[in-house]
């Protein structure tokens, strides 16, 4: 049988409107095991080969606190230090670990219900690397005379400044910025919500990136209790000020937006996990000095009660919502676009029951939380982020049908390997390539998922056992940029005669 020519094929394909399709799963590099048995993971941090854990206790639980896990020259991570306070107070251990951060040699961990500037109003708590051992230099607290009650519900920290926040103070919440000077953070601002604003849990959730940190204060009422807001804090010659107030369009009763917020120079993102109890991811951009809500990310398919934004993570051109842990769903990792952000894939660590709750993007790279059946412990699982499935080709092609996957180098110069299985022997194909991912459903049942149209088509033949590998270097002048391929393959049991794979996505640098 033979393959339509390329030219009469993508007429065929993009002759149907666009459609939803389903989203495929992107599973993991590798596996980070604990080495005790941990169990729920709060929080997560990274900082190029550190990584750190947080295991905040709802209960009594021997396993509560913070743990370093570290990457070796060899690319496998080890468990290399647990971090301990000698002064936490039973049964909760303060919660420490509820929330964490690292920067180069310094790890700030959270205990909003320690022992700080009066009982149980929380530190946050300052470990230092020093000849090798990661050790507890210094336990912050609220600034002297400044009422506190939940300092360090959430921390951040980037180079010699931390920032704290103590969202149960009255007033609405405070956050507080510290400076690191000989070695030592030193109190420089507390900020609190605009007065009139009626904000909520101001500094429930931070993210520091520079000058500006992204503030969420979920128990506002904008428009509707519980509505949630987010605020943008930014330093100002020497004053730190609020310096936006962002609400949700459409927002409803106890949507609480911020819950969760990750900020990535001008791109704000904010959960609003309880929406409609299916949730929102908002995405916010700064133009022109005004910052505008641009669109609202929702999960394909969602079901209710998945609280889709309880943690969000954003880093370049890669953004990542997750759902709740308690409803069993993956994260959902979207591509930024010309036309904003595109659903790529799902997360998910294969023989897991829930993937998420914590999760960090750092480059290519992702990790996450993830449960595994029954007693065993928590693990985290890590994603390489190079090569990305995008879009079903036909029913079946995440399982049952045509399969492809990619490695290499996709840099110019660099080698890019293709492997395609699980079709019909000695099957002639298709090779399609373009630029950005697309969804061109056809009446077929397949779809072409790359774009712009038509792409290029390369031939290529299946082997005996109806698989091949398709090999070859990056153009040493190609342009940077996205790169989408995917494969058509001539398939005698369908009726159209055509199987197509899922699509692969990588960027040229």
């Known amino acids: 049988m033979l393959l339509r020519s390329a030219a009469v094929l ?3 394909l993009v002759s149907i409107p666009a459609s939803a399709q389903n989203i495929p799963r992107l599973f993991e590099s590798a596996k980070i095991l604990p080495a005790d048995g941990l169990d729920g993971i709060s929080d997560l941090a990274r900082d190029d080969e550190v990584l750190v854990l947080g295991l905040a206790a709802l209960g009594p639980h021997p396993d509560a606190g913070a743990y370093v896990v570290e990457r070796g020259a060899g690319g496998t991570w080890s468990f290399t230090a647990e971090l301990v306070a000698g002064d936490l107070p039973a049964p909760f251990n303060g919660f420490f670990g509820l929330c964490v951060a690292v920067d180069d040699d310094v790890i700030v961990v959270g205990a909003h219900g320690a022992d700080g500037a009066g009982p149980s109003q929380g530190a946050a708590y300052v470990f230092e ?3 090798g051992t990661w050790t507890l230099v210094q336990k912050v607290v609220a600034p002297g005379g400044a009422p506190s009650v939940s300092f360090g519900r959430d921390v951040d920290l980037e180079g010699a ?5 103590d969202p149960d103070v009255a007033g609405g919440g405070v956050i507080h910025v510290f400076e690191r000077t ?5 109190h420089r601002a507390s900020v ?7 904000a909520q849990w101001f500094g429930y959730a931070l993210d520091l990136d520079g000058d500006r940190i992204a503030v969420g204060a979920p128990g506002t009422p904008v428009g509707a209790a519980g509505a949630g807001a987010v605020f943008v804090v930014e330093k100002q010659l020497a004053n730190w000020n609020v310096a936006a107030s962002l609400a949700m369009s459409g927002a409803p009763s106890f949507s609480q937006l911020g819950l969760s917020v990750a900020l990535d120079g001008d791109v704000l993102v904010a959960g609003a996990p309880y929406k409609d109890l299916q949730g929102r991811a908002v995405v916010y951009e700064r133009s022109g000095g005004t910052w505008l809500e641009t669109q609202q990310l929702t999960r394909a398919g969602a079901g209710t009660s998945e609280f889709f934004g309880e943690d969000v993570a954003i880093d370049g051109d890669f953004l990542v919502v997750n759902g709740a842990a308690s409803a069993k769903v993956d994260p959902e990792l979207f591509l930024r676009l010309p036309g904003g952000w595109f659903e790529l894939c799902r997360i998910h660590a294969q023989g897991s029951v829930a993937t998420g709750r914590a999760v960090v993007l750092d480059g290519s790279s992702l990790l996450t939380g993830a449960y595994l059946p029954g007693n065993d412990p928590a693990i985290v699982a890590e994603f390489d982020l190079t090569f990305l499935p995008h879009g079903t080709g036909c029913p079946g092609s995440n399982t049952f049908g045509p399969r492809m996957k990619a490695s290499g180098d996709p840099s110019p110069n660099g080698d890019v390997t293709l492997s395609i299985w699980n079709g019909t022997s000695n099957a002639p194909g298709l090779l399609l390539v373009g ?8 009446a ?8 712009p149209l038509p792409p290029v088509a390369l031939p290529f033949s299946l082997g005996p056992v109806g698989s091949t590998v398709l090999s070859g270097p990056i153009p040493p002048n190609a342009p940077p940029g996205l790169v989408t391929t995917q494969a058509l393959l001539a398939d005698p049991l369908k009726a159209s005669g055509l199987s197509a794979t899922t699509a692969i996505v990588f960027e040229i640098p």
């Open 10 to 12: 993508v007429g065929l």
């Open 182 to 186: 000989a070695g030592t953070f030193v």
């Open 435 to 442: 630029n950005e991912p697309g969804v061109h459903p056809n």
């Open 192 to 198: 609190s919500p605009p007065a009139g604003s009626g």
């Open 161 to 165: 400044r931390l920032v704290v926040g």
């Open 129 to 131: 690397r020093v000849s």
């Open 444 to 451: 077929s049942g397949c779809t072409l998922l790359v774009s």
